[in-house]
T-cell receptor, first 111, second 115 residues
Framework: GENVGLHLPTLSVQEGDNSIINCAYS??????FIWYKQESGKGPQFIID?????DKRQGQRVTVLLNKTVKHLSLQIAATQPGDSAVYFC??????????FGAGTRLFVKA | DGGITQSPKYLFRKEGQNVTLSCEQN?????MYWYRQDPGQGLRLIYY???????QKGDIAEGYSVSREKKESFPLTVTSAQKNPTAFYLC??????????????FGPGTRLTVT
């Protein structure tokens, strides 16, 4: 919605720079992790996922890193563009139907 | 085009009235979900349904009700018992990936304002 992310952590980057968005997850039993992008007034969109038996996965301009030792996920966006401005959520799934979402990070891209 | 539709995009109601939010999917997914999103918070699960005619309470089900009479549809009713109903409501459905993991697809959301 229009006020989603009003008080969220914010990352501001220059267009063309790389962005790194971090997320700490809660459950050491989680075995599937997803990053979502949410633009203002829209629903979240899937970006990339990773399973717990991997520590890195690459997509188009995006890379997800998983550190199970410290329960940490990161999303790296290469050559950040103005269209990347959004709120980014990490989510964890422990198997089954329920997924736990983080609070999100707002990414601002300066032209 | 396959996807999830929610209507309307904006909804206004007076306090004390029940209101029903629509969610339809044509992805042939068995599981559907309702989330609530408030500023500065992540998505919170209201209800979910694994299959037709079955649904389970999520973390914040009080003041809400759902039905799942058809696979494609999972309407959410916000009742007058919900103390703070103004929020952005998101519907999702999921497909099973390999193993026991589920990838969720989200609708565009409905912004409910109760005054």
């Amino acid at each position: 919605g229009e006020n989603v992310g009003l008080h969220l952590p914010t990352l501001s980057v220059q267009e063309g720079d790389n962005s790194i968005i971090n997320c700490a997850y809660s459950n050491s039993a989680s075995d599937y992790f997803i990053w979502y992008k949410q633009e203002s007034g829209k629903g979240p969109q899937f970006i990339i996922d990773i399973r717990s038996n991997m520590d890195k996965r690459q997509g188009q301009r995006v890379t997800v890193l998983l550190n199970k030792t410290v329960k940490h996920l990161s999303l790296q966006i290469a050559a950040t563009q103005p269209g990347d401005s959004a709120v980014y959520f990490c989510a964890e799934n422990t198997g089954g139907f329920k997924t736990i979402f983080g609070a999100g990070t707002r990414l601002f891209v300066k032209a | 085009d396959g996807g999830i539709t929610q209507s309307p995009k904006y909804l206004f109601r007076k306090e004390g009235q029940n209101v029903t939010l629509s969610c339809e999917q044509n992805l042939n997914h068995d599981a559907m979900y309702w989330y609530r999103q408030d500023p500065g918070q992540g998505l919170r699960l209201i209800y979910y349904s694994q299959i037709v005619n079955d649904f389970q309470k999520g973390d914040i089900a009080e003041g809400y009700s759902v039905s799942r009479e058809k696979k494609e549809s999972f309407p959410l009713t916000v009742t007058s018992a919900q103390k703070n109903p103004t929020a952005f409501y998101l519907c999702a459905s999921s497909r099973r990936l390999g193993g026991d993991s589920y990838e969720q697809y989200f609708g565009p959301g409905t912004r409910l304002t109760v005054t």
